[in-house]
């Protein structure tokens, strides 16, 4: 098997992982910010199975779960959310499960953590607590770097963190409940209306290159390939193939560092029937998840969607923005927490590898 060959391009691969939050998306992944970087492609190896209905979705993701289960000693990462709810019913009883908890010094930040123990204890499976401080950011992007040979997504620390303490309570194989957002239409801000191109790329982006960098390239091709007939993006099936490869690669880099074996049942699954756009539109997104978790939780009520909580907006609330010369100055001029930590981990990398 001949060496696979990588092209050097750092403003490339800046403004890349701007856009996306990482530079390996679909075939466009023979880039490096340098050659002595190599990038890791990450897969999940599991064969997507397509379902066709709630109750197939539903056998496919216990069935995973249960064989797991039997297989190694299994713990979940257990949200606030539905999707993370629904695999724990299928859980054995009194086997373990982790949620996360941003801490920040005297400020309430968003705690999912009451809800995670109700779901617990509906499932009679123990929960525990893992905090998450300023001080983890600083101690496990640098390695998690280094490990995925670019930037990184902020939800990785927290993953890298839950990981080595699973591991250090003896757990072999870790569940969550990723994937069933970008799969079966849970992203209902995306899916809200029709859109073409230009307009995708300004919606989809998570910075545009060109407000933060001096020199950008801004690459189209990824998104040009899910133009549908009319000249709109079809947001569906760039979000369970683009998105998805990206989610994977945060979820494995993660788990992989510390160790772990990753399981993701809701990503071993395919929706085999176009998706609804009217119910999602009118406010039933990801339906068949819903349809799950209501007859296995017919006393809870469905909380609202959240992303993996992390404290960005207060821990990075008084960072004054990039210093190196690649970027534009106050470039972080109304950004949110989230992106002004892409911006700030992107700065520490090119410091980290002294590009």
């Given at each position: 098997?001949?060496?696979k060959?990588?092209i050097?391009?750092?403003?490339?691969?800046?403004?890349?992982?701007?856009?996306?939050?990482?530079?390996n998306?679909?075939?466009?992944?023979?880039?490096?910010?340098?050659?002595?970087?190599?990038p890791?492609?990450?897969?999940?190896?599991?064969?997507?199975?397509e379902?066709?209905?709630?109750?197939?979705?539903?056998?496919?993701?216990?069935?995973?779960?249960?064989?797991?289960?039997?297989?190694?000693?299994t713990?979940?990462?257990?949200?606030?959310?539905?999707?993370?709810?629904?695999?724990?019913?299928?859980?054995?009883k009194?086997?373990?499960s982790?949620?996360?908890?941003?801490?920040?010094?005297?400020?309430?930040v968003?705690?999912?953590?009451?809800?995670?123990?109700?779901?617990?204890?509906e499932?009679?499976i123990?929960?525990?607590?893992?905090?998450?401080?300023?001080e983890?950011?600083?101690?496990?992007a640098?390695?998690?770097?280094?490990?995925?040979?670019?930037?990184?997504?902020?939800?990785?620390?927290?993953?890298?963190k839950?990981?080595?303490?699973?591991?250090?309570?003896?757990?072999?194989?870790?569940?969550f409940?990723?994937?069933?957002?970008?799969?079966?239409?849970?992203?209902d801000?995306?899916?809200?209306?029709?859109?073409?191109?230009?307009?995708?790329?300004?919606?989809?982006?998570?910075?545009?290159?060109?407000?933060?960098?001096?020199?950008?390239?801004?690459?189209?091709t990824v998104?040009?390939?899910?133009?549908?007939?009319?000249?709109?993006?079809?947001?569906?099936?760039?979000?369970?193939?683009?998105?998805?490869?990206?989610?994977?690669?945060?979820?494995?880099?993660?788990?992989?560092?510390?160790?772990?074996?990753?399981?993701?049942?809701?990503a071993?699954?395919?929706?085999?029937?176009?998706?609804?756009?009217?119910?999602?539109r009118?406010?039933?997104?990801?339906?068949?998840v819903?349809?799950?978790?209501?007859?296995?939780?017919?006393?809870?009520?469905?909380?609202?969607?959240?992303?993996?909580?992390?404290?960005?907006?207060?821990?990075l609330?008084?960072?004054?923005?990039?210093?190196?010369?690649?970027?534009?100055?106050?470039?972080?001029?109304?950004?949110?927490?989230?992106?002004?930590?892409?911006?700030?981990?992107?700065?520490?990398?090119?410091?980290?590898?002294?590009?």
């Amino acid at each position: 098997m001949t060496q696979k060959q990588y092209i050097e391009n750092k403003t490339y691969c800046m403004s890349k992982f701007l856009v996306f939050r990482n530079i390996n998306i679909n075939e466009d992944n023979n880039y490096t910010f340098s050659s002595e970087i190599i990038p890791k492609s990450f897969s999940y190896l599991k064969e997507r199975q397509e379902v066709y209905n709630s109750e197939e979705l539903e056998e496919c993701l216990r069935k995973e779960v249960q064989q797991i289960t039997n297989s190694k000693k299994t713990a979940l990462a257990l949200s606030g959310g539905i999707d993370s709810a629904i695999l724990a019913k299928y859980m054995p009883k009194n086997s373990k499960s982790y949620t996360f908890k941003c801490v920040v010094p005297n400020i309430e930040v968003t705690d999912e953590s009451k809800i995670a123990k109700k779901y617990a204890k509906e499932c009679n499976i123990d929960n525990e607590i893992i905090e998450i401080f300023w001080e983890d950011f600083n101690n496990y992007a640098p390695i998690l770097m280094q490990h995925k040979g670019m930037p990184i997504h902020s939800i990785e620390i927290q993953i890298y963190k839950l990981a080595l303490q699973a591991k250090k309570d003896g757990i072999e194989a870790l569940i969550f409940g990723e994937s069933a957002d970008v799969n079966f239409g849970g992203l209902d801000n995306l899916l809200s209306r029709n859109y073409n191109c230009i307009e995708f790329v300004e919606r989809y982006a998570y910075i545009l290159p060109y407000k933060i960098l001096k020199k950008s390239e801004l690459d189209l091709t990824v998104f040009l390939k899910y133009i549908d007939n009319n000249g709109n993006i079809n947001v569906h099936n760039f979000l369970r193939n683009v998105f998805y490869q990206e989610a994977i690669a945060s979820y494995t880099n993660a788990c992989t560092c510390a160790g772990i074996e990753l399981i993701m049942p809701y990503a071993s699954t395919y929706m085999g029937v176009p998706l609804d756009y009217s119910k999602v539109r009118a406010g039933r997104n990801k339906y068949w998840v819903r349809e799950i978790f209501e007859k296995n939780y017919p006393n809870f009520t469905a909380p609202p969607k959240l992303p993996m909580p992390r404290a960005t907006n207060e821990w990075l609330q008084n960072w004054k923005g990039p210093t190196r010369e690649e970027f534009l100055p106050n470039c972080i001029y109304n950004l949110t927490g989230d992106q002004k930590w892409l911006v700030y981990c992107l700065e520490q990398f090119l410091n980290q590898f002294n590009l």
